[in-house]
């Protein structure tokens, strides 16, 4: 578990806690209604993993998070209608199985795989707990106070699963010097969030239904699907967008989004800046190591320069050894194109430390450099396809200069401080 001491910390303790929580609950054995019914929730949610099983290890393979579950309505079920020791039940048994079918083939991380049970088991206690001080389920129609008593457990389910969530990734991340953390990164994806809230509105509807007539919770089993289909149909749009040797968008995606982006800035008065980066020499690579070697080289570089910028920005591949990067939210005028020249001078430095195994394992890629050319929008170009004629521009004046070197277009040829080990430094010209 490679994850630095405070996010262990805080995994540990989140585990102990949910454990905890759970001993204290006990209150002498469950009746057997209760048993049967949790062992009908277990049942439902092993039927609903197999027919989507094909889905969710491709979901799992390449989401960005793999937080999110439509196994929650389920666990949201059995969060309203069963003490807190069968719900935790419930969830070990939901998650076990998702874990031998789904996780690990998908070759998702244990300890990963752990800590969102024992955030599921709290928050399906903190929804059971707000439940049951409500009154419990609704006992008719004209049960109001049931029937927002189920929305406040709802909610309380989603709050308390996505802050221990967001808590853990905010710190596990060892870059946040780099690329400091916004709302997206720690919360999820809005549309994420919203196929939580659709699965658990579709988990208290499955509680009631067992509640006054248990047959009908097989009824909940299609719709679930259905949106397991709508998950699948937005992965192969993903899919489509994405460049396969690094992850990043493709060129047509990152210049159809990049154009939308600079747009928004238009309207809000802000600025942003293109930067080119290209790596020096990569000919080279592939002829020393071979081409699969280049691949990893081409992957490690876009790791890299996706780990160094704010998760809004935008980072993709232009082509052969060409990345290029949307940097938004740029304040106008010399302090968005100083802003924009520190976020290149970065990139250069982090691409300097790479050091890449090659294929096999033989060797390690060391002595990897970059060239940067950057523009602003609008001062350099009233749209992304002016911005990137000019920081392509400013890219040859790099490598005419010398490469290993940021050229930003506007601005006064300034020599830069050489960072130890650096080859060369970085310099700004008109």
């Known amino acids: 578990m490679d994850l630095p001491l405070r996010a262990v910390a805080w995994v540990v303790g989140v585990e102990l806690a949910a454990a905890t929580l759970v001993f204290l609950t006990v209150e002498g054995a469950p009746t057997s209604s209760a048993v049967g019914l949790a062992a009908l929730l277990a049942g439902l ?10 889905i969710e290890r491709t979901r799992r393979r390449t989401a960005q998070t793999s937080y999110f579950d439509l196994s929650s309505v389920w666990t949201f079920a059995a969060a309203l209608l069963l003490p807190p020791p069968l719900t935790a039940a419930v969830v070990v048994l939901v998650y076990a199985h998702l874990w031998h079918r789904v996780w690990r083939p998908s070759k998702v991380p244990l300890h990963r795989h752990l800590y969102t049970t024992a955030t599921v ?5 903190a929804a059971h707990a707000v439940v049951e001080g409500a009154g419990g389920l609704p006992s008719g129609p004209a049960d ?8 406040a457990a709802l909610l309380a389910y989603v709050v308390v699963n996505t802050v221990l969530i967001a808590v853990a990734i905010g710190l596990s991340r060892r870059a946040t010097a780099l690329a400091p953390h916004d709302a997206r990164e720690l919360m999820g994806r809005w549309d ?10 579709m988990g208290g509807l499955a509680a009631v239904a ?20 709508a998950v699948q149909v937005r992965h192969l749009e993903e899919v489509a967008s994405m460049d396969a040797k690094t992850g990043l968008l493709n060129a047509a995606t990152w210049q159809t989004r990049a154009a939308r982006a600079v747009g928004a800035a238009r309207r809000t008065g802000t600025g942003a800046g293109v930067l080119i980066v290209d790596l020096d020499h990569f000919k080279a690579v592939n002829d020393e190591h071979g081409h699969l070697a280049g691949d990893d080289v081409l992957a490690a570089v876009a790791t890299t320069l996706r780990a160094a910028v704010r998760a809004r920005d935008l980072v993709g591949r232009f082509g052969g050894e060409e990345f290029v990067v949307l940097v938004e939210a740029l304040p106008p005028g010399p302090a968005g194109r100083a802003e924009l020249g520190a976020v290149a001078e970065r990139l250069r430095r982090e691409v300097a430390r790479l050091a890449v195994p090659s294929v096999g394992g033989g060797t390690v890629i060391e002595g990897l450099t970059v060239s940067v050319g950057a523009a602003c929008v ?3 170009g009233a749209d992304i396809d002016q911005a990137l004629r000019v920081a392509d521009t400013c890219l040859y004046a790099a490598k005419r200069a010398g490469r290993n070197l940021v050229r930003v277009a506007g601005t006064a040829r300034i020599p830069a401080p050489r960072p130890a080990g650096d080859v060369l430094g970085v310099a700004v010209e008109r």
């Open 378 to 380: 609008p001062a350099d």
């Open 210 to 229: 067992l509640g006054d007539a248990p047959g009908m919770v097989a009824l909940a089993l299609p719709p679930i699907l259905v949106l397991h289909r």
């Open 45 to 54: 949610s092993v039927a609903h993993t197999e027919l989507a099983i094909g």
């Open 121 to 125: 088991v709290l928050a399906a206690m």
């Open 192 to 201: 994420d969030n919203a196929l939580e809230i659709a699965t658990l509105c």
């Open 144 to 151: 109001l106070a049931g029937v927002l008593g189920v929305v």
